[in-house]
């Protein structure tokens, strides 16, 4: 709150816009929508905001992916200073970690490995920019793009605002900025704990069960969403292009649901059938302790190994022969259905204030929640009551319903008495 609250601050004031100021209501949707890393835009971020803009916009992207507390323990490295017990506690919290141990260590690799990832991809999307602008700009654009990505913000500065998708539809069948773009994505989404162990796999000769969770699930999620899409568009959208082409396109496409923003399809013109999957594909989101939103893969995971388990008869939900216990299904079943509750209200009521048809709201909803900021078209069109609903839900997106319910929840009391157990038919 305090990100967007300095954010919104600065993008209200002359500086940050091209022509006049940009409205209250506009800089808070502008600055939700970076420090949430979402990258729903109302209005057109390459030729509305200026350099100054721009550069909040990234700045907030790069603190809302990387995270409040991983940026101020930068901070803290930068100026040489010790951290205290309290901050160490607030790391281990932040990172979603059972234990304090290392957990410094696991900070400063976070950082390492992003910036160096982050520079990776503005070196190679720079270098390809240069055939299409002057040098100075090409670097600028490949930072900013990088950055964006790598944290899935989703901002782009080639965008028309009046078109209703990404300025990267012109690089539909660039393999540098496709296969550039889907790696920062999946990076980015699959977390920093994944990526730290990952990294360590050589050494330690094994992978924690999140890691094994993560992955599996991700690239499942990936080759299915990528083979549906391609089957769906195939004599659609994908038609024009070459095979290559409708390869790249069909991977960037499942990949980019994941939170990642930025499409190289024009949205609005796919299948309503299509539309769905991404709706899905958006909902289920990318990894805990990622850049991105969702209801997370782990989440996911665990419902469908639940589901299996009942299907057959078992007792025990198992995942790489490694037991789930009780708590964490009852926090998975809680999760999804608090986010279904709250993008179905709020898809309820943008039916009521928004002007269009319901698959559209539904789409911008499921994005904002999802923190994955593709759109329709609705956005740019949006009422001021339609653009706080969509600021409310990128903000409970981007923190997790369940750490607000968390938040707000009173004290906890200690049951002095259990009631008996009841039976009630189901199914």
Do not use: W
Request: glycine share 10%.
């Amino acid at each position: 709150m305090l990100l967007i609250a300095v954010g919104t601050a600065l993008l209200s004031l002359p500086a940050a816009a091209v022509e006049g100021r940009i409205s209250f209501i506009d800089a808070l949707f502008m600055a939700t929508s970076a420090t949430c890393v979402t990258g729903l835009a109302v209005i057109d971020t390459g030729t509305q905001l200026t350099t100054f803009g721009q550069v909040v916009l990234l700045v907030l992207f790069q603190f809302g992916g990387l995270g409040f507390v991983t940026m101020a323990t930068l901070i803290t490295f930068v100026l040489n200073k010790r951290i205290s017990l309290k901050e160490r506690l607030l790391l281990q919290e932040s990172m979603n970690q059972h234990s304090m141990q290392g957990i410094v260590l696991l900070i400063r690799r976070v950082l390492i490995y992003s910036l160096i990832i982050q520079l990776s991809g503005a070196i190679l999307l720079a270098g390809r920019f240069m055939a299409d602008m002057p040098f100075g700009k090409a670097i600028y654009y490949g930072l900013f793009h990088s950055v964006s990505i790598f944290n899935n913000a989703g901002f782009d500065l080639f965008g028309d605002i009046h078109g209703p998708f990404s300025g990267l539809t012109r690089y539909v069948e660039d393999p540098i900025v496709n296969l550039t773009s889907m790696l920062l994505i999946f990076l980015g989404g699959i977390g920093f704990i994944v990526l730290s162990d990952v990294i360590d796999f050589p050494k330690r000769k094994r992978l924690t069960l999140h890691s094994k969770v993560v992955l599996t699930t991700s690239v499942i999620l990936v080759l299915a969403g990528a083979a549906v899409f391609f089957l769906l568009e195939l004599n659609h959208t994908l038609k024009p292009l070459h095979t290559g082409g409708k390869i790249m396109a069909s991977f960037l496409q499942a990949i980019t649901p994941r939170s990642g923003g930025v499409t190289t399809i024009e949205i609005p013109l796919l299948r309503e059938s299509t539309q769905f999957l991404m709706i899905l594909l958006m909902f289920i989101g990318a990894a805990p302790g990622s850049t991105g939103g969702g209801i997370k893969i782990t989440t996911f995971a665990i419902l469908v190994t639940a589901v299996y388990a009942k299907l057959r008869g078992r007792e025990d939900i198992v995942l790489f022969r490694n037991r789930i216990a009780k708590g964490n299904v009852y926090k998975a079943i809680t999760m999804t259905l608090l986010s279904l509750m709250l993008v179905v209200i709020a898809t309820m009521l943008l039916s009521v204030t928004e002007n269009a048809d319901f698959l559209s709201v539904l789409f911008e909803a499921v994005s904002a929640f999802g923190t994955s900021g593709i759109t329709m078209g609705l956005t740019t069109e949006l009422t001021a009551i339609g653009k706080v609903l969509v600021i409310i839900l990128m903000f409970v997106g981007r923190i997790g319903p369940l750490t607000l319910a968390y938040a707000l929840k009173p004290k906890n009391s200690k049951e002095l008495y259990r009631y008996p157990e009841g039976n009630i038919t189901i199914g």
